[in-house]
């Protein structure tokens, strides 16, 4: 079958880093993404890697390893909007997404 | 119209009756999609259509059906809403339905669906 894993709820602090790991098992693999979604509304693109590596913008950094099937967000100097939550999700080989059931960040000051 | 307009914000609907989600995108987008996002779940693939006069089934499509007569909308209906239909559906678009840089999706703002 195939999977998307990634921690239900994060906590961090205004200004501060933090990092929020992927996991995928999928039927084939043609790229990740990393989307935003505040409470109530819809999700925002983030962020795309097709190849292993960091790919920076800005304050938010994604990484991916396709040997590993795993791919991290990397939040930095943090910010009380930041406080969302973030949206895992993997192209397959029916250039479907799939999606992880996201991870709550909570932001404090 | 700028994006993806969806239709209506909310509703409560009593079971059984037949509901039509609207969606309209102004992106000349090729691809389109509906997902349901439940509490503790992923976004879930309703429907979807690759180019105007196609569709697809997706991961859940049961109870669901849909059309695709122009480019710009693309309809959700259900036939004789159940409970478990209760959930907030998104409408999205993207420009192909390939891999590759440029198959970021764009969403609409959702529709919160009650079925009673």
């Known amino acids: 079958g195939q999977n998307i894993d990634q921690p239900t709820e994060m906590t961090a602090t205004e200004g501060a880093i933090v990092q929020i790991n992927c996991t995928y098992q999928t039927s084939g693999f043609n790229g990740l993404f990393w989307y935003q979604q505040h409470a109530g509304e819809a999700p925002t693109f983030l962020s795309y890697n097709v190849l292993d590596g960091l790919e920076e913008k800005g304050r938010f950094s994604s990484f991916l390893s396709r040997s590993k099937g795993y791919s991290y967000l990397l939040l930095k100097e943090l910010q009380m909007k930041d406080s969302a939550s973030y949206l895992c999700a993997v192209e397959d080989s029916n250039y479907q997404l799939i999606w992880g059931a996201g991870t709550k960040l909570i932001i404090k000051p | 119209i700028a994006g993806i307009t969806q239709a209506p914000t909310s509703q409560i609907l009593a079971a059984g009756r037949r509901m039509t989600l609207r969606c309209t995108q102004d992106?000349?987008?090729?691809?389109m999609y509906w997902y349901r996002q439940d509490l503790g779940l992923g976004l879930r693939l309703i429907h979807y259509s690759n180019t105007a006069g196609t569709t697809g089934k997706g991961e859940v499509p049961d109870g669901y059906s849909v059309s695709r007569a122009n480019t710009d909308d693309f309809p959700l209906t259900l036939a004789s809403a159940v409970p478990s239909q209760t959930s907030v559906y998104f409408c999205?678009?993207?420009?192909?339905?390939?891999?590759?840089?440029?198959?970021?999706?764009?969403f609409g703002p959702g529709t919160r669906l009650t079925v009673l």
């Open positions: 999205a678009s993207s420009a192909h339905s390939l891999a590759g840089g440029g198959n970021e999706q764009f």
């Open positions: 992106m000349r987008h090729n691809a």
